[in-house]
């Protein structure tokens, strides 16, 4: 110690030396507890910092070190953390394993047992204990309790108990007397061997039923009578079929007493004969209904909803109260488990409408994938039996059936023939609409084919204002809907399809308000334009001008919505303004009424004036089909230009300007093809106005189309170049904070009708579709000799033939993104990237181990190893394994994949596995060097897999 320092400097210092050493300072108590609660700390340090397996290592080590007595402490605060000794079974075990230890008590130690604790008297008072006490006493509830009702049949043997008096008319008569006449001794013996033989025959079916239940009741619960009332979550769920055998089971006993007793000789009503009463008869659900008036039910109007339409959980939720709704995945699915699904909807009943909202255009219905039906396909074997099934679920014609087709058939002369075609094959009238609207399902709001109705199609199935929202908010709806499925799906995943879509789409309606925002546009657009003409008027008493204003356009709305879109008055294509007796000649002889002419002047006066009508009809649509080509192209012209004046006109100034946002060469980049494409499209609208403005019958418009046609090449180098241009437009926002200022400053707002700029760049590409649209229904107008049909035609197969490239190239990008996603998703996944490989439908399956594969199917015992997801492609099936993990405090799970095997289709095999007690809903998988026994959760997901399989695996072994 040097002479400077102070002794107790020298005691810190040596301290300080000593914190991270092993010396121990004993003498000073305060510096040795400060030193072992740093080193304490130090050592929860490395703790924390190291692995589960050092932890374990190092509590190994720890407990090997310490003495009994420091063992006796840790066991002894175990102890008082979790007294395992003192556990109540009913609160640790499963419920139907306490449930199956209660049942061995009788009444009275039931009744005891529910005075220990809360959790034993709610399992004590459990009807599926009480119930076969009751019945075997023959205590039949008078009612059927409800889901919610707690401890009827309880109560109902309590009651029964308290108040025995169970005589039979012999000792009642000995008890109480007998008004009739006494009996003889002969008539006393009958009396016995009838109760006897009357008993003997209610046991023996008793017993019989009991013992049919036993042998079809599933493996997984432990008693038939107690599974409906457990509805345990960790319990599979029943069928239909046995929930009612087994939920009934009491009633089917009623029904057993009642069969004996009418087996019985009858007696006659002599004098001193006893009659038994029988049992109220009661209409149970799915026993013995004897209603007369259900078989007079209202038919039910069915829709059927694919999954391709944007936003459908809006479509979904738009659906009436009592309509029957199915929605169905459009991949994934054949005809025949398409049939499946709406046999199982209907449940044995005629329908009397059916709807398909599916994808089209107005020469086929893109049904489900691979099946486009139109006129082509419409006669093949499997596609014409689909038809023909579905036309035996719909009523009669005569009776008002009819099937309503979602796609716009009746704009075009294909449409109308799969119609006509489909009308002969099966007997129904199919419907569709006209519709020549531009934009997103516009067209399913106007007019529809066929007879003249009390209301159209949309109004039959869907709530009017709910339908209009989404049909104007379509695309807006499926960019929202996105991130809501991404959030709610996994909430939703054991509930059906058609309900989370129903529970997804009230969601986004209550959250967005789009129905009220709709209202409150046309107050606004109302108030406007009184305000306008007030502005004009410049009347001295506003107030009563305005009022007035509203008043009339209140009016004049009425009006028109009595001819509104949705509701028309008349066939679009019948005949509306002739007389009931033109009408009538028409309907009953179409092709004759020519061949008729010479032999009755009038009809031939007749035939004169409807061909006229008939004439300025077509004219009259022939002219509002080009006036809506016109006002559409106006409208996507406008479109670009906000494209142009917003975006390029700025950029370029700035860069002129030497504060340049862009660079020029990525200006280039981003603006040159859709300027280009402006450019073209200016000159078409301005040829379009030149001959609108001398418009006639005669004149043509085909050859405009065609030199319009002739010049889409500037659209493929767009087409082409649009992956680089988003690509350029990320990379731009995220280098550059100029144009990610620039971009929030002028994205989504009004001038640019609350678009961001890559939801302009999309306009042209949803512009094919539509030109072929219209120039379908221009050409359906079009009589047969007119010059313009030709080219027309020739205009139509053009662009046909454009579009069929760019629909390719959508879907290659699509396939190479959903198989990059399953890539990612799955560990060890090979690279699946190939040409024309597309997924089909993934399933989630158990996979099983038999004990025994030498004893028969019916009594193989089979073991769940682990779970499967099985992705099909149209040409190889890929087998992963599938785990799920929890995060704390939510209550979404994550599923992990690990790839197993990849096996071709074509060298597949399935074998199914029939049904016993021991096992439902298998099948076997057998590969080249791997065979998978799985099973599915449920009956419809094993027929639906097993039908997609086989369908793909017969597509592969064709090509």
Not at 891 to 906: D, K
């Amino acid at each position: 110690m040097s002479a400077g320092n102070s002794p107790r400097e020298t005691l810190e210092m040596e301290s300080f030396h000593t914190r991270f050493s092993a010396w121990t300072p004993f003498s000073n108590k305060s510096l040795n507890r400060q030193l072992f609660q740093e080193r304490v700390a130090l050592v929860s340090h490395w703790f924390d910092l190291w692995t589960n397996k050092q932890r374990q290592e190092f509590l190994f080590t720890i407990f090997l070190r310490c003495s009994k007595s420091q063992l006796r402490v840790v066991q002894e605060w175990f102890s008082e953390r979790m007294q395992v000794a003192r556990v109540d079974f009913s609160t640790v075990l499963p419920r139907f394993i306490s449930l199956y230890i209660f049942s061995f008590l009788n009444p009275k130690d039931l009744c005891a047992a529910a005075q220990v604790s809360w959790p034993w008297k709610f399992l004590t008072e459990q009807d599926c204990l009480w119930m076969p006490k009751c019945i075997k006493f023959g205590w039949f509830l008078p009612y059927t309790p409800t889901e919610n009702e707690y401890g009827a049949w309880k109560h109902h043997y309590i009651a029964c108990v308290s108040n025995l008096d169970w005589l039979t008319p012999r000792e009642a008569a000995a008890m109480y007397g007998t008004l009739n006449e006494p009996k003889t001794e002969d008539e006393e013996l009958q009396e016995r061997q009838r109760e006897k033989c009357l008993r003997k025959i209610i046991w023996e079916k008793i017993a019989l039923r009991k013992k049919l239940l036993f042998n079809v009741r599933p493996p997984w619960v432990s008693g038939t009578r107690c599974s409906r009332l457990l509805k345990s979550k960790c319990q599979p769920c029943l069928s239909q079929t046995m929930r009612d055998r087994v939920g009934f089971h009491e009633t089917l006993e009623k029904q057993l007493i009642l069969a004996s007793l009418d087996a019985l000789p009858k007696r006659s009503s002599v004098p001193g004969c006893h009659s038994y009463p029988f049992l109220p008869k009661k209409n149970w659900r799915g026993i013995y209904e004897s209603d007369v008036s259900s078989s007079n039910a209202l038919q039910p109007h069915f829709i059927l909803i694919s999954s391709r339409i944007p936003a459908y959980e809006m479509v979904v939720n738009s659906v009436k109260a009592g309509i029957v709704s199915v929605v169905y995945e459009h991949s994934g699915l054949t005809l025949e488990s398409l049939f499946y699904l709406i046999e199982k909807a209907l449940d044995g009943q005629k329908a009397q409408s059916v709807g398909i909202f599916s994808d089209g255009d107005s020469r086929e219905i893109n049904l489900i994938q691979g099946y486009k039906i139109g006129v082509k396909n419409l006669l093949r074997p499997e596609v014409r039996d689909f038809w023909e099934k579905l036309g035996s679920c719909v009523a009669p014609e005569d009776e008002g059936g009819h099937v309503d087709i979602f796609a716009p058939l009746g704009a075009s002369e294909a449409g109308i023939e799969v119609l006509s075609q489909l009308s002969q094959l099966t007997g129904t009238l199919f419907t569709a609409p006209t519709g020549i609207a531009t934009g997103s399902y516009q067209h399913i709001l106007s007019d529809w084919l066929g007879r003249q109705w009390d209301r159209a199609p949309p109004s039959i199935y869907f709530s009017e204002s709910k339908l209009q929202t989404w049909s104007s908010l379509t695309d807006f709806l499926e960019d929202t809907l996105k991130s809501v499925r991404k959030q709610l799906s996994p909430l939703f995943k054991e509930l059906q399809k058609n309900a989370s879509g129903r529970m997804i789409g009230q969601f986004v309606f209550d959250t967005m308000s789009m129905a009220n925002t709709l209202n409150n546009q046309e107050i606004v657009q109302a108030l406007a334009d009184g305000l306008t003409e007030l502005s004009k008027e410049n009347s001295d008493r506003p107030l009563e001008f305005l009022s007035s204003f509203l008043l009339k356009k209140c009016s004049k709305k009425s009006k028109d919505f009595e001819g509104n879109i949705i509701l028309p008055k008349c066939d679009p294509t019948a005949t509306c303004d002739l007389s009931m007796e033109e009408r009538n000649v028409v309907e009953d002889n179409p092709q004759d009424t020519k061949s008729s002419v010479s032999k009755n002047d009038s009809n031939f006066e007749l035939l004169v004036k409807l061909e006229k009508k008939l004439q300025l009809d077509s004219a009259e649509k022939r002219t509002s089909v080009l006036r809506e080509l016109f006002q559409s192209e106006r409208k996507y012209v406008q479109i670009l230009e906000i494209v142009r004046g917003i975006y390029v006109a700025p950029l370029r100034a700035a860069l002129s300007s030497n504060r340049a946002i862009l660079s020029a060469a990525n200006i280039q980049i981003i603006f040159s093809d859709i300027l280009q494409i402006l450019y073209l499209n200016r000159q078409f609208l301005d040829a379009l106005r030149d001959r609108l403005q001398e418009w006639g019958p005669a004149h043509c418009v085909g050859e405009i189309v065609l030199k319009f046609g002739s010049q889409l090449n500037t659209y493929t180098s767009f087409f082409n170049n649009y992956p680089v241009v988003l690509k350029t437009i990320e990379k731009c926002r995220e280098m550059t904070p100029a144009f990610r200022a620039f971009l929030k400053r002028h994205d989504k707002t009004m001038v640019t009708h609350m678009l961001s700029l890559p939801e302009l760049l999309l306009y042209p590409s949803r512009r094919v579709e539509e030109y072929i649209h219209l120039l379908y229904a221009l050409r359906l107008h079009t009589p047969a000799e007119h010059v313009d049909r030709g080219d027309l035609t020739t205009a139509i197969e053009q662009i046909k033939k454009y579009k069929g490239y760019l629909d390719q190239m959508k879907q290659t990008i699509n396939m190479k993104d959903r198989l990059s996603d399953i890539e990612r998703i799955i560990w060890g996944c090979p690279i699946l990237s190939e040409v024309n490989r597309y997924l089909i439908r993934v399933q989630d399956v158990a996979q099983l181990h038999c004990c025994d594969e030498e004893i028969s199917f019916s009594l193989r015992l089979y073991e769940h190893i682990r779970d499967l997801s099985l992705f099909l492609f149209n040409d190889a099936l890929l087998v992963s394994s599938r785990g799920t993990s929890h995060t704390p405090f939510e209550r979404t799970s994550i599923s992990t994949y690990q790839f197993i095997a990849s096996v071709a289709l074509h060298r597949l095999l399935i074998e199914d596995i029939p049904d016993s007690k021991y096992i439902r809903n298998a099948f076997i998988l057998q590969g080249p060097k791997h065979e998978w026994i799985c099973a599915a959760e449920g009956e419809d997901d094993k027929f639906l897999w097993l039908s997609v399989l086989q369908s793909a695996i017969k597509s592969s072994m064709e090509k």
